[in-house]
């Protein structure tokens, strides 16, 4: 008996004791932390976290710590100066908004058990704040969160699972809260037989799932710059050009390497929603089993189907020309490992502005001397010939020879893709200035090649030798007045579009700028 009250009194102590450190904890983080928050004005963080002192209960202690993890996960991963200016400029002209929102959200977080929740919350609220989750969206993430468990967001991080049906209760989870889906219909006892086979089940990942895991995922995002306007834009590029020109030193390493002052020449792609991958239209259709690229399985069958097809329109293209053949198909809407880019700023702002979502655009930029340097040791200009070498050696082992089971660790095969300017044989590559990416072997999306390092930045450089990619953002509410803009440049539908389709869109979109305008 006395050992058993010696046990009891020893484990009230440890409680006891945990809880005065907990306590001093969540005191801590109240005093050092949330002061700065970007919420600290709104009434209700202000009554629940600033002005709350005497935290004595291990429950009040918990939600402290919760609201605490959420509010320093907002501060964290918001080090942009002017991203908290404009958040903060959003807060307050929707400040009763915002306020029942942030009610809820304290209501959700201090449910949660473990310390990861309050984080991804945190994340989702930023996205929220950034215009990429409704509030309907956010709620239900918010909602869903509290029947995950932390080791879920490392399923989905994987697109597709394959178990025996014995294995896959996680899986399931997951499928019925919609974030992924069962391919395979389980097996049924059939007749007298009321035995079960214990058969292997494929799940696949949801859209709604994807953006959830990618929002959720603890590695950082490329660093957003944001304009609002083509004066910003314009001016935003002529301080990159300068950050990222750099001279090498005379006591480079490599011996062979001139001293020299290497000045940027960037690539560009539009696009109307940010969160998009670069990654080109034949790895990003997977509806066989295991999420197995459909068409790039049958990529040498697309293509020469589509040469069957369409070299009678083009009689001048010898059906041998791989190469022109790819960038025929890919100009007309055909699933290759092409990509388009432009070497004219405001051509990709038009693209990534005309679209019509809510979603906030992005242009993306590839600092082309950077990438070159990062990815294939070049410290010179790139000549011709060689370009032209690596396009055909691309297209030989990927599409004509498809010898896929051989590219891992031998170094004869292209692994990243190819930049290159390619023949402009139609007046429409020549106003948009094309520019195309050729995948090699490895088929991920490009931003998986990068590292932090790689990222260009407009302030605070510390990469100008290695900056290669960067990404610029449009709010959806600055598309209209931008495309405006871009029409007094003279970049509109007719000059994107030469031709008769051009001059109509044109048309169109001038007469209804002109009827808003009344």
């Known amino acids: 008996m006395a050992n058993e009250y010696m046990m009891v009194s020893s484990i009230t102590n440890v409680l006891g004791q945990a809880k005065d450190c907990l306590v001093d904890l969540g005191e801590s983080w109240i005093d050092s ?24 209960t291990v429950k009040e202690c918990h939600e402290v710590r919760q609201i605490s993890q959420f509010l320093l996960t907002i501060d964290t991963e918001c080090t942009d100066e002017a991203r908290r200016k404009r958040y903060i400029k959003v807060l307050n002209e929707n400040a009763k908004q915002f306020e029942k929102e942030l009610e809820y959200v304290t209501i959700v977080v201090t449910n949660y058990l473990e310390s990861e929740k309050p984080q991804m919350l945190g994340r989702l609220y930023l996205e929220r704040l950034d215009g990429g989750l409704s509030w309907e969206e956010f709620a239900e993430y918010a909602s869903m969160l509290n029947q995950l468990i932390p080791g879920d967001v490392m399923l989905l991080k994987e697109p597709h699972h394959k178990r025996k049906q014995s294995q896959c209760r996680d899986l399931l989870r997951l499928t019925a809260l919609g974030l992924m889906y069962e391919q395979d219909s389980p097996n049924f006892p059939d007749g007298d037989n009321d035995t079960i086979k214990d058969e292997e089940t494929s799940f696949t990942i949801t859209e709604f799932g994807k953006k959830y895991a990618e929002i959720v995922k603890s590695e950082k995002v490329i660093c957003m710059m944001e304009v609002h306007s083509i004066q910003e834009y314009i001016s935003l590029l002529e301080k990159l050009e ?25 690539i560009y792609r539009g696009h109307g929603d940010y969160r998009y991958t670069i990654l080109p239209g034949i790895f990003r259709s997977k509806n066989g089993p295991e999420g197995i690229e459909v ?10 189907d589509f040469i069957s097809e369409t070299c009678r329109y083009e009689p001048k293209v010898s059906e041998n020309d791989i190469g022109a053949w790819l960038e025929i198909a890919q100009h007309f809407g055909v699933p ?11 051509v990709a702002l038009y693209f990534a502005c005309s679209d019509a979502s809510t979603a906030n655009a992005t242009v993306c930029l590839i600092n082309e ?35 896929f089971a051989q590219h891992a660790g031998l170094g004869q ?60 953002q449009i709010k959806h509410e600055d598309k209209e007045k931008i495309l405006r803009q871009l029409a007094l440049c003279g970049i509109n539908e007719k000059y994107i579009y030469p031709g008769i389709d051009g001059i109509g869109r044109y048309i169109n979109k001038k007469y209804l700028f002109k009827s808003n305008n009344m």
């Not at 300068?242 to 960037?266: C, D, E, G």
């Not at 290759?336 to 405001?346: H, I, K, S, V």
């Not at 082992?397 to 498809?402: A, K, L, T, V």
């Not at 429409?428 to 094309?434: G, H, P």
């Open 33 to 56: 932390k949330l002061p700065e928050n970007l919420f600290k004005e709104v009434p209700i963080i202000k009554m629940l976290m600033l002005g709350r002192t005497g935290v004595r």
């Open 242 to 266: 300068k950050l990222y020109t750099f001279r090498t030193s005379n006591n480079v390493s490599i011996a062979w390497i001139p001293n020299f002052t290497y000045k940027p020449h960037f």
């Open 295 to 304: 068409y790039s399985l049958f990529e040498h069958n697309i293509l020469q």
């Open 336 to 346: 290759t490992r092409l990509l388009d880019f432009t070497e004219n700023p405001l």
């Open 369 to 403: 001397p950077g990438y070159n340097r990062k990815f294939f040791g070049m410290y010179r200009a790139v000549q011709a010939t060689e370009s032209k070498y690596k396009v055909n050696r691309i297209i030989t082992d990927e599409i004509i020879s498809q010898n």
């Open 413 to 472: 095969y292209i692994q990243w893709p190819w930049i290159y300017k390619p023949h402009y044989r139609e007046e429409r590559m020549n106003m948009q200035q094309s520019v195309f990416m050729l995948w090699g072997a490895d088929r991920r999306p490009l931003e998986q090649f990068m590292v932090p390092d790689d990222y260009i930045v407009d302030e605070n450089v510390q990469n100008s030798a290695c900056g290669v990619i960067g990404k610029i």
